[in-house]
Protein backbone atom coordinates (compact mmCIF):
# COMPACT_ATOMS: atom_id res chain seq x y z
CA UNK A 1 0.00 0.00 0.00
CA UNK A 2 0.95 3.35 -0.68
CA UNK A 3 1.88 5.60 2.35
CA UNK A 4 3.45 8.53 3.64
CA UNK A 5 5.35 8.10 7.60
CA UNK A 6 6.05 10.78 9.71
CA UNK A 7 7.63 8.50 12.60
CA UNK A 8 7.73 11.93 15.08
CA UNK A 9 4.55 13.31 16.37
CA UNK A 10 6.17 16.29 18.32
CA UNK A 11 9.63 18.03 17.47
CA UNK A 12 11.27 20.67 20.06
CA UNK A 13 13.64 23.09 18.99
CA UNK A 14 15.25 25.77 20.19
CA UNK A 15 14.46 29.35 18.74
CA UNK A 16 17.69 29.97 16.56
CA UNK A 17 19.00 26.12 16.63
CA UNK A 18 18.62 24.01 13.37
CA UNK A 19 15.40 21.89 12.74
CA UNK A 20 14.22 18.80 11.15
CA UNK A 21 10.84 17.05 10.23
CA UNK A 22 11.19 13.54 9.11
CA UNK A 23 9.16 12.37 6.23
CA UNK A 24 9.68 9.02 4.78
CA UNK A 25 7.56 7.77 1.77
CA UNK A 26 6.14 3.75 0.32
CA UNK A 27 5.00 4.33 -3.38
CA UNK A 28 5.09 2.76 -6.44
CA UNK A 29 7.42 4.40 -9.33
CA UNK A 30 8.71 8.08 -8.70
CA UNK A 31 7.24 10.39 -6.13
CA UNK A 32 5.98 13.85 -6.20
CA UNK A 33 6.55 15.32 -2.67
CA UNK A 34 4.83 17.94 -0.88
CA UNK A 35 5.17 19.84 2.11
CA UNK A 36 2.41 21.74 4.32
CA UNK A 37 2.13 24.11 7.29
CA UNK A 38 -1.23 24.28 9.75
CA UNK A 39 -1.04 27.29 12.10
CA UNK A 40 -3.49 27.11 15.11
CA UNK A 41 -7.21 27.33 13.62
CA UNK A 42 -6.20 27.68 9.84
CA UNK A 43 -5.96 25.72 6.83
CA UNK A 44 -2.63 23.88 5.32
CA UNK A 45 -0.46 26.31 2.95
CA UNK A 46 1.80 25.32 0.51
CA UNK A 47 5.80 25.15 1.86
CA UNK A 48 7.38 23.37 -0.75
CA UNK A 49 7.55 20.73 -3.13
CA UNK A 50 9.84 18.00 -5.35
CA UNK A 51 8.91 17.13 -8.55
CA UNK A 52 12.24 16.27 -10.67
CA UNK A 53 15.81 17.90 -10.44
CA UNK A 54 17.97 18.65 -7.83
CA UNK A 55 17.38 16.75 -4.45
CA UNK A 56 17.54 19.80 -2.27
CA UNK A 57 14.75 22.01 -2.49
CA UNK A 58 13.53 25.53 -1.25
CA UNK A 59 10.28 27.05 0.18
CA UNK A 60 8.58 29.60 1.81
CA UNK A 61 9.53 30.98 5.27
CA UNK A 62 13.30 29.57 4.43
CA UNK A 63 12.40 25.91 4.75
CA UNK A 64 14.14 23.69 2.51
CA UNK A 65 13.80 19.33 1.99
CA UNK A 66 16.20 17.23 0.49
CA UNK A 67 14.93 14.69 -1.87
CA UNK A 68 16.86 10.83 -1.20
CA UNK A 69 15.79 8.11 -3.37
CA UNK A 70 17.52 5.31 -1.88
CA UNK A 71 16.43 6.45 1.68
CA UNK A 72 12.79 6.94 0.12
CA UNK A 73 12.73 10.15 2.55
CA UNK A 74 11.90 13.69 2.46
CA UNK A 75 12.77 15.10 5.31
CA UNK A 76 12.04 19.00 6.26
CA UNK A 77 14.78 21.60 7.78
CA UNK A 78 15.30 24.77 8.08
CA UNK A 79 18.85 26.26 9.75
CA UNK A 80 17.70 28.59 12.28
CA UNK A 81 14.18 27.94 13.84
CA UNK A 82 11.60 30.71 14.61
CA UNK A 83 9.51 30.65 17.40
CA UNK A 84 6.92 31.46 14.54
CA UNK A 85 7.33 28.29 12.99
CA UNK A 86 5.76 26.64 15.82
CA UNK A 87 3.07 24.50 14.05
CA UNK A 88 1.49 21.29 12.62
CA UNK A 89 3.75 20.17 9.44
CA UNK A 90 2.60 17.48 7.08
CA UNK A 91 4.34 15.80 4.47
CA UNK A 92 2.11 14.77 1.14
CA UNK A 93 2.86 12.85 -1.83
CA UNK A 94 1.34 11.78 -4.86
CA UNK A 95 2.50 8.72 -6.89
CA UNK A 96 3.16 9.04 -10.12
CA UNK A 97 0.49 8.43 -12.32
CA UNK A 98 -1.79 8.60 -9.84
CA UNK A 99 -5.18 9.81 -10.07
CA UNK A 100 -5.29 13.72 -10.19
CA UNK A 101 -5.18 14.88 -6.83
CA UNK A 102 -4.55 12.07 -5.42
CA UNK A 103 -2.08 13.45 -2.57
CA UNK A 104 -1.68 11.19 0.37
CA UNK A 105 -0.66 12.83 3.88
CA UNK A 106 1.32 12.35 6.66
CA UNK A 107 -0.60 11.93 10.41
CA UNK A 108 1.38 15.40 10.68
CA UNK A 109 4.50 16.76 12.59
CA UNK A 110 4.04 19.15 15.66
CA UNK A 111 6.94 21.43 15.61
CA UNK A 112 7.26 23.62 18.88
CA UNK A 113 10.12 26.01 18.75
CA UNK A 114 11.03 27.48 22.18
CA UNK A 115 12.41 31.03 22.88
CA UNK B 1 -8.54 38.53 -1.31
CA UNK B 2 -9.48 35.62 0.10
CA UNK B 3 -8.21 32.72 -2.79
CA UNK B 4 -10.23 29.78 -1.48
CA UNK B 5 -12.94 30.55 1.29
CA UNK B 6 -15.42 28.05 3.02
CA UNK B 7 -18.89 29.12 4.78
CA UNK B 8 -19.60 28.45 7.86
CA UNK B 9 -16.43 28.86 10.12
CA UNK B 10 -17.99 26.89 12.68
CA UNK B 11 -21.36 24.90 12.17
CA UNK B 12 -22.56 22.91 15.41
CA UNK B 13 -25.77 20.78 15.32
CA UNK B 14 -27.89 17.59 16.74
CA UNK B 15 -27.49 14.46 15.20
CA UNK B 16 -29.46 13.55 12.07
CA UNK B 17 -29.76 17.47 10.85
CA UNK B 18 -28.93 17.59 7.43
CA UNK B 19 -25.92 20.32 6.68
CA UNK B 20 -24.06 22.04 4.33
CA UNK B 21 -21.07 23.33 3.87
CA UNK B 22 -20.06 26.35 0.84
CA UNK B 23 -16.59 26.52 -0.73
CA UNK B 24 -15.62 28.91 -3.03
CA UNK B 25 -11.92 30.00 -5.71
CA UNK B 26 -11.46 32.52 -6.84
CA UNK B 27 -8.09 31.53 -8.73
CA UNK B 28 -9.09 29.86 -11.74
CA UNK B 29 -8.46 26.42 -10.40
CA UNK B 30 -10.42 23.79 -12.11
CA UNK B 31 -9.71 20.88 -9.64
CA UNK B 32 -11.70 21.47 -6.08
CA UNK B 33 -11.30 18.93 -3.24
CA UNK B 34 -13.02 18.15 0.12
CA UNK B 35 -11.14 16.83 2.88
CA UNK B 36 -11.61 15.90 6.25
CA UNK B 37 -9.40 16.37 9.32
CA UNK B 38 -10.33 14.00 12.04
CA UNK B 39 -9.30 14.63 15.89
CA UNK B 40 -6.16 13.49 15.48
CA UNK B 41 -5.77 15.80 13.07
CA UNK B 42 -5.28 13.07 10.46
CA UNK B 43 -6.06 14.55 6.81
CA UNK B 44 -8.01 12.29 4.47
CA UNK B 45 -9.42 13.41 1.20
CA UNK B 46 -12.99 12.47 0.18
CA UNK B 47 -13.92 14.07 -3.03
CA UNK B 48 -12.08 15.67 -5.96
CA UNK B 49 -14.01 17.33 -8.54
CA UNK B 50 -12.48 18.52 -12.09
CA UNK B 51 -14.66 21.08 -14.14
CA UNK B 52 -17.61 20.27 -12.16
CA UNK B 53 -17.42 16.20 -12.63
CA UNK B 54 -16.57 13.79 -9.76
CA UNK B 55 -13.04 12.23 -10.16
CA UNK B 56 -12.01 11.11 -6.61
CA UNK B 57 -14.48 9.46 -4.50
CA UNK B 58 -12.92 7.71 -1.66
CA UNK B 59 -14.71 5.50 0.75
CA UNK B 60 -16.90 7.96 1.87
CA UNK B 61 -20.82 7.26 3.12
CA UNK B 62 -23.33 8.47 0.92
CA UNK B 63 -25.02 10.56 3.31
CA UNK B 64 -22.07 13.11 1.96
CA UNK B 65 -23.00 14.46 -1.91
CA UNK B 66 -20.54 16.94 -3.04
CA UNK B 67 -22.41 19.73 -5.25
CA UNK B 68 -20.66 21.88 -7.84
CA UNK B 69 -22.65 24.40 -10.07
CA UNK B 70 -19.46 25.57 -11.42
CA UNK B 71 -15.97 25.50 -11.37
CA UNK B 72 -15.34 28.04 -8.75
CA UNK B 73 -17.54 26.27 -6.11
CA UNK B 74 -17.86 22.81 -4.78
CA UNK B 75 -20.60 22.65 -2.21
CA UNK B 76 -21.13 19.53 0.42
CA UNK B 77 -24.42 18.43 1.55
CA UNK B 78 -24.25 16.10 4.66
CA UNK B 79 -27.55 14.46 5.50
CA UNK B 80 -28.80 12.48 8.37
CA UNK B 81 -25.55 13.86 10.68
CA UNK B 82 -23.56 11.28 12.78
CA UNK B 83 -21.68 11.81 16.09
CA UNK B 84 -18.33 10.53 13.76
CA UNK B 85 -18.99 13.24 11.33
CA UNK B 86 -17.95 15.95 13.35
CA UNK B 87 -14.41 16.85 12.29
CA UNK B 88 -12.91 19.93 10.24
CA UNK B 89 -13.42 19.47 6.86
CA UNK B 90 -10.94 21.87 4.72
CA UNK B 91 -12.27 22.47 1.00
CA UNK B 92 -8.71 22.86 -1.63
CA UNK B 93 -8.72 23.67 -5.17
CA UNK B 94 -5.69 22.98 -7.43
CA UNK B 95 -4.64 23.56 -11.54
CA UNK B 96 -2.72 20.41 -12.40
CA UNK B 97 -1.23 21.84 -15.76
CA UNK B 98 2.13 21.28 -16.23
CA UNK B 99 4.70 22.31 -14.03
CA UNK B 100 1.96 23.09 -11.00
CA UNK B 101 1.74 19.40 -10.02
CA UNK B 102 -1.19 19.16 -7.59
CA UNK B 103 0.00 22.42 -5.69
CA UNK B 104 -3.03 22.73 -3.71
CA UNK B 105 -4.69 25.76 -2.02
CA UNK B 106 -6.34 25.01 0.91
CA UNK B 107 -9.82 27.34 2.51
CA UNK B 108 -9.74 28.19 6.35
CA UNK B 109 -11.53 24.97 7.18
CA UNK B 110 -15.04 24.26 8.47
CA UNK B 111 -14.93 22.84 12.41
CA UNK B 112 -18.30 20.80 12.58
CA UNK B 113 -19.64 19.36 15.78
CA UNK B 114 -22.48 16.79 16.07
CA UNK B 115 -24.05 17.00 19.49
Known amino acids: AQSVAQPEDQVNVAEGNPLTVKCTYS??????LFWYVQYPNRGLQFLLK??????LVKGSYGFEAEFNKSQTSFHLKKPSALVSDSALYFC?????????????FGKGTKLSVKP | DTAVSQTPKYLVTQMGNDKSIKCEQN?????MYWYKQDSKKFLKIMFS???????INETVPNRFSPKSPDKAHLNLHINSLELGDSAVYFC??????????????FGPGTRLTVL
Open chain 2, 27 to 31: LGHDT
Open chain 1, 27 to 32: VSGNPY
Open chain 2, 92 to 105: ASSQPTSGSWDTQY
Open chain 2, 49 to 55: YNNKELI
Open chain 1, 50 to 55: YITGDN
Open chain 1, 92 to 104: AVRPHGGSQGNLI
